[in-house]
């Protein structure tokens, strides 16, 4: 059964900061992964989403790797700002199409 | 475009009470994923459609919980009779593209629902 685990749970970095958000998963027979952001109270919103063939994707300041022989998965983040604070959640895609979530890892970002 | 909306935000009631809650796709999507957030669980895919279609319920917890979708542009997740360890917040998801498709899943912004 797939599990995914984001260590560690809770970060707080100053502003300016680049910083690295892990993603662990134990089956490596994954079909994509993908980095939402979840703000309080609100939905996820999709940041990255790497397919299995990938080794890694960029947007603005962010950039995702994979690597799934090792079952890992960084969420990078440049210049942190304090409004990148929110809870950032890994997802990986198995072949039966089923999402299987990360319990997220919460940034704070200080002024 | 308005997102995939879902109501109401909020839903307090009593153990024993029916409880339902509503979602409305992006138009065009022809994909629908309900989830459920927890603290001790995370995020849980409940079930999904595809053109208005249950495909995968292997998610719903037992019997208590149903999910219909009627038309296109609306859902409804039903939970008789709720039970106090039913308290989560519930997600509604559409995509145009469903599972295996490299598509991202757009989130509304869940319905928070506590049972006394």
């Known amino acids: 059964k797939q599990e995914v685990t984001q260590i560690p749970a809770a970060l707080s970095v100053p502003e300016g900061e680049n910083l690295v958000l892990n993603c662990s998963f134990t089956?490596?027979?994954?079909?994509?992964l993908q980095w939402f952001r979840q703000d309080p109270g609100k939905g996820l919103t999709s940041l990255l989403l790497?397919?299995?063939?990938?080794r890694e994707q960029t947007s603005g300041r962010l950039n995702a790797s994979l690597d799934k022989s090792s079952g890992r998965s960084t969420l990078y983040i440049a210049a942190s700002q304090p409004g990148d604070s929110a809870t950032y959640l890994c997802a990986v895609e198995g072949s039966q199409g089923n999402l299987i979530f990360g319990k997220g890892t919460k940034l704070s970002v200080k002024p | 475009d308005a997102g995939v909306i879902q109501s109401p935000r909020h839903e307090v009631t009593e153990m024993g009470q029916e409880v339902t809650l509503r979602c409305k796709p992006i138009?065009?999507?022809?994909?629908l994923f309900w989830y459920r957030q927890t603290m001790m669980r995370g995020l849980e895919l409940l079930i999904y459609?595809?053109?208005?279609?249950?495909?995968?319920d292997s998610g719903m917890p037992e019997d208590r919980f149903s999910a219909k979708m009627p038309n296109a542009s609306f859902s409804t997740l039903k939970i008789q009779p709720s039970e106090p360890r039913d308290s989560a917040v519930y997600f509604c998801?559409?995509?145009?593209?469903?599972?295996?498709?490299?598509?991202?899943?757009?989130f509304g912004d869940g319905t928070r629902l506590s049972i006394l």
């Open positions: 089956d490596s027979a994954i079909y994509n």
């Open positions: 138009s065009g999507h022809d994909y």
């Open positions: 790497i397919q299995s063939s990938q």
């Open positions: 998801a559409s995509s145009f593209a469903g599972t295996l498709s490299n598509q991202p899943q757009h």
């Open positions: 459609f595809n053109n208005n279609v249950p495909i995968d």
